[in-house]
């Protein structure tokens, strides 16, 4: 694997809603617009799509260059050819998320109602909401499921109600330095965080984008408190230690003297330029209110789940703790949900899961690398009785547009099987009879069988597609090499 290619240059796309997205709150958000951005193919079965949910002020934009920038997307470093988050094999999709500024309607959008920005008039959205704004996208897309949705920190929270909202189409989950609640003292952090953006002159109730004066101060000041809690005791001392910045000795005034002051100062100040106060405001509380618990029970919330999961923590991370990562496994494997569970052990806290790229390109390949039947197969069950004629078989095909055909018995367990290409030797024979052309010893796979395994198995007997049986010999849905192609080792 490489890690030296990267995505080239990208671009963000737009998908203008032509619907209203109904909130969590019962408030409308009126046809927003999701700025989005993909890398990598589709396969003809899309089943190699993985979704990317970004953190609190990322973005669509998670890999490749943007033309003239000077650096790449957030995610660059596990997005890519040959990367864990392989876009030889995934087609990957990551879209900003509403509320915020980067291109999804946010605060800082016209509000259709008025003609004016939206300002404090933009409705409360959550966590959920943000969900359901990007399954509006997946399905605009035509993406029947995700093979895998991951994310880090408020992208993990997202991830969590994935896995909770849609059981049915989510696979594989990775939910990175997150939690299932926010606690209190982060819902402490962002309400100082507010508090200063809010007691900002220049902030006027949300109402400021008339005037060129932007409450810089506060959101700067929101920034640098925030950036306190993404890293560790250790990495500032690593980075800063108590060193002086541009001097030797204490000025004994209220200048920035430490270089660690220094730093936080720049943070601030450059993250006015990126990103908006209000988006600040609303994406914070979106944060606050996030808890998928029931009756304070873990366990009987994240019961709807299906998909294989991995859950990884960060042992320096003080923000978004491993023992609340470890809570979500217990919950889960009292829950008998197949997971996994990784501790990164680093020194650069919260913010690990945008560095630690060696750590994470293990396990997230590892994990990925284990795909099971059931988290490509389709599960549309078409099957023919045993004694259909040929005609039947061949109009069945047509209308289902499927090549593989099971022939079950009257308890619905497999008997045989019967093929396009078996469909052609009818023709080339002159057979009237569907019993001399169908084959009666079918390979089969079950749910659960690695898709590497069976794989080897189809090309050992050079066939393309495997029905996919239960306990009972019963079809449960199939799987073809369309379903895997990409994901595979080429
Ligand atoms: N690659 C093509 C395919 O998968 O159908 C053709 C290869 S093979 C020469 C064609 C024969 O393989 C057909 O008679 C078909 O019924 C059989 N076949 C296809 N899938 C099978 C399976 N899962 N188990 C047993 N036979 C199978």
Same mark, same amino acid.
């Given at each position: 694997?490489?890690?030296?290619?990267?995505?080239?240059?990208?671009?963000?796309?737009?998908?203008?809603?032509?619907?209203?997205?109904?909130?969590?709150?019962?408030?409308?958000?009126?046809?927003?617009?999701?700025?989005?951005?993909?890398?990598?193919?589709?396969?003809?079965?899309?089943?190699?799509?993985?979704?990317?949910?970004?953190?609190?002020?990322?973005?669509?934009?998670?890999?490749?260059?943007?033309?003239?920038?000077? =650096?790449?997307?957030?995610?660059?470093?596990?997005?890519?050819?040959? =990367?864990?988050?392989?876009?030889?094999?995934?087609?990957?999709?990551?879209?900003?998320?509403?509320?915020?500024?980067?291109?999804?309607?946010?605060?800082?959008?016209?509000?259709?109602?008025?003609?004016?920005?939206?300002?404090?008039?933009?409705?409360?959205?959550?966590?959920?909401?943000?969900?359901?704004?990007?399954?509006?996208?997946?399905?605009?897309?035509?993406?029947?499921?995700?093979?895998?949705?991951?994310?880090?920190?408020?992208?993990?929270?997202?991830?969590?109600?994935?896995?909770?909202?849609?059981?049915?189409?989510?696979? *594989?989950?990775?939910?990175?330095?997150?939690?299932?609640?926010?606690?209190?003292?982060?819902?402490?952090? $962002?309400?100082?965080?507010?508090?200063?953006?809010?007691?900002?002159? $220049?902030?006027?109730?949300?109402?400021?984008?008339?005037?060129?004066?932007?409450?810089?101060?506060?959101?700067s000041v929101a920034r640098m408190m925030a950036h306190i809690t993404y890293l560790s005791n250790e990495s500032m001392y690593e980075k800063f230690g108590r060193r002086l910045q541009d001097k030797n000795t204490f000025s004994?005034d209220f200048s920035n003297e430490f270089q660690v002051e220094s730093y936080l100062e720049h943070q601030g100040v450059t993250f006015?330029?990126?990103?908006?106060?209000?988006?600040?405001?609303?994406?914070?509380?979106?944060?606050?209110?996030?808890?998928?618990? *029931?009756?304070?029970?873990?366990?009987?919330?994240? =019961?709807?789940?299906? /998909?294989?999961?991995?859950?990884?923590?960060?042992?320096s991370?003080w923000l978004?703790?491993?023992?609340?990562?470890?809570?979500?496994?217990?919950?889960?494997?009292?829950?008998?949900?197949?997971?996994?569970?990784?501790?990164?052990?680093?020194e650069y806290g919260h913010d690990?899961?945008?560095?630690?790229?060696?750590?994470?390109?293990?396990?997230?390949?590892?994990?990925?690398?284990?795909?099971?039947?059931?988290?490509?197969?389709?599960?549309?069950?078409?099957?023919?009785?045993?004694?259909?004629?040929? +005609?039947?078989?061949?109009?069945?095909?047509?209308?289902?547009?499927?090549?593989?055909?099971?022939?079950?018995?009257?308890?619905?367990?497999?008997?045989?099987?019967?093929?396009?290409?078996?469909?052609?030797?009818?023709? /080339?024979?002159? /057979?009237?009879?569907?019993?001399?052309?169908?084959?009666?010893?079918?390979?089969?796979?079950?749910? *659960?069988?690695?898709?590497?395994?069976?794989?080897? +198995?189809? =090309?050992?007997? $050079?066939?393309?597609?495997?029905?996919?049986?239960?306990?009972?010999?019963?079809?449960?849905?199939?799987?073809?090499?369309?379903?895997?192609?990409?994901?595979?080792?080429?």
């Open positions: 694997m490489s890690y030296e290619k990267s995505l080239g240059t990208v671009d963000t796309h737009y998908f203008h809603m032509d619907e209203d997205l109904k909130l969590e709150t019962g408030d409308i958000l009126k046809k927003p617009t999701i700025a989005y951005e993909t890398y990598g193919v589709l396969n003809n079965e899309k089943s190699n799509v993985i979704l990317v949910c970004h953190a609190l002020t990322g973005d669509a934009h998670a890999a490749g260059w943007h033309n003239g920038d000077k =650096k790449p997307g957030w995610w660059d470093i596990i997005i890519g050819p040959g =990367k864990p988050l392989d876009t030889n094999r995934y087609f990957i999709i990551c879209s900003n998320v509403i509320g915020s500024c980067k291109g999804t309607t946010g605060p800082s959008d016209i509000n259709p109602d008025t003609g004016d920005y939206y300002g404090l008039d933009f409705p409360i959205v959550t966590i959920t909401d943000m969900v359901h704004a990007q399954k509006k996208l997946i399905d605009h897309l035509e993406i029947p499921y995700l093979y895998c949705v991951v994310g880090g920190s408020m992208g993990g929270m997202q991830v969590l109600q994935w896995t909770l909202s849609y059981p049915d189409i989510v696979r *594989n989950a990775i939910m990175i330095a997150s939690g299932a609640y926010s606690t209190p003292q982060q819902i402490a952090f $962002n309400a100082v965080e507010r508090r200063s953006i809010i007691e900002d002159v $220049n902030w006027n109730k949300g109402d400021y984008y008339h005037t060129d004066k932007r409450p810089e101060q506060g959101l004994y006015t330029q990126r990103f908006d106060a209000n988006s600040y405001l609303y994406l914070t509380k979106a944060l606050d209110y996030f808890d998928i618990r *029931n009756n304070n029970s873990l366990e009987e919330a994240l =019961k709807p789940i299906t /998909a294989r999961m991995l859950i990884m923590s960060i042992s991370d978004y703790t491993h023992e609340h990562m470890e809570d979500i496994v217990m919950a889960l494997r009292s829950n008998n949900v197949d997971v996994s569970y990784s501790r990164l052990n680093s690990a899961f945008l560095i630690e790229n060696g750590q994470m390109n293990y396990i997230i390949s590892n994990f990925l690398s284990k795909a099971r039947v059931k988290d490509v197969m389709s599960h549309k069950v078409i099957t023919l009785t045993d004694g259909a004629d040929i +005609k039947e078989a061949a109009e069945l095909m047509m209308t289902c547009n499927k090549t593989h055909i099971p022939i079950v018995d009257t308890n619905e367990k497999i008997v045989g099987l019967v093929t396009a290409w078996d469909l052609s030797k009818a023709i /080339a024979t002159n /057979a009237e009879n569907i019993e001399d052309i169908m084959t009666r010893n079918v390979y089969t796979c079950h749910e *659960n069988d690695s898709i590497f395994d069976i794989t080897t +198995k189809m =090309k050992e007997h $050079n066939i393309s597609g495997l029905p996919v049986i239960d306990e009972e010999d019963k079809v449960i849905g199939s799987i073809t090499t369309a379903h895997i192609s990409n994901l595979l080792d080429k």
